[in-house]
């Protein structure tokens, strides 16, 4: 996931990794710009010339390892990237390490692909932190989502500006209707592909 910028700290950011631990016996959170794996990622392919950012402004993770931008651990920030990726997490478990994987990387071109499925799961998390910490989901948030799912962040995996504003109005009507701030890192049932 993309980084936003928010320096606060936040202890629940330490408690929701701690939840994770227990949760899963092989949870790792990985400050991103230590990992040798990352790095070989990020120069074997090509990252630089198309990704350039890739260790400093995106999260990733790897089935329960998690690689974090350091900068973001212990952060507001970090807290809202980490109950994104939670879902990825928790998606993966449930689902198989394989399916995942393969679903989430492997199904390209990316018009359709179940790449959008599994993120629109995790962008949901998203604004459900936003709508916990203050009651609403900003335009700003919105249109900061939209260009995930239509821009070269995530290989256009979603590239129909209409079609993804409407899913993403759709869930925040949703979300604004479930309400306000509660603790839960809660993993609602997938709903149906767009
Ligand atoms: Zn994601």
Do not use: Q
């Not at 990733?60 to 990726?85: D, Q």
Request: hydrophobic share 40%; net charge positive; charged share 25%.
């Amino acid at each position: 996931m993309a980084n936003r910028t928010d320096a606060r700290s936040s202890n629940h950011f330490f408690e929701l990794a701690e939840d994770l631990g227990r949760r899963y016996r092989t949870f790792r959170l990985i400050p991103k710009e230590t990992s040798w794996f990352m790095k070989a990622i990020y120069y074997g392919l090509g990252m630089f010339l198309w990704c350039p950012t890739f260790m400093t402004d995106y999260t990733t993770t790897i089935v329960t390892w998690i690689y974090m931008p350091k900068n973001l651990i212990g952060t507001s920030a970090g807290y809202e990237v980490l109950r994104h990726e939670a879902v990825h997490v928790s998606d993966c478990i449930r689902t198989g390490v394989l399916p995942f994987v393969l679903s989430y990387i492997l199904l390209l071109p990316s018009v359709l692909t179940l790449r959008a499925y599994w993120e629109l799961r995790g962008y949901r998390e998203t604004m459900r932190v936003e709508c916990e910490r203050t009651g609403d989901i900003s335009d700003e948030t919105m249109t900061w989502i939209a260009k995930r799912f239509t821009g070269s962040d995530y290989l256009w995996m979603l590239p129909f500006p209409k079609i993804v504003r409407r899913l993403l109005e759709r869930n925040r009507s949703r979300i604004l209707a479930e309400g306000g701030p509660h603790d839960g890192h809660h993993d609602p049932p997938p709903s149906p592909i767009p």
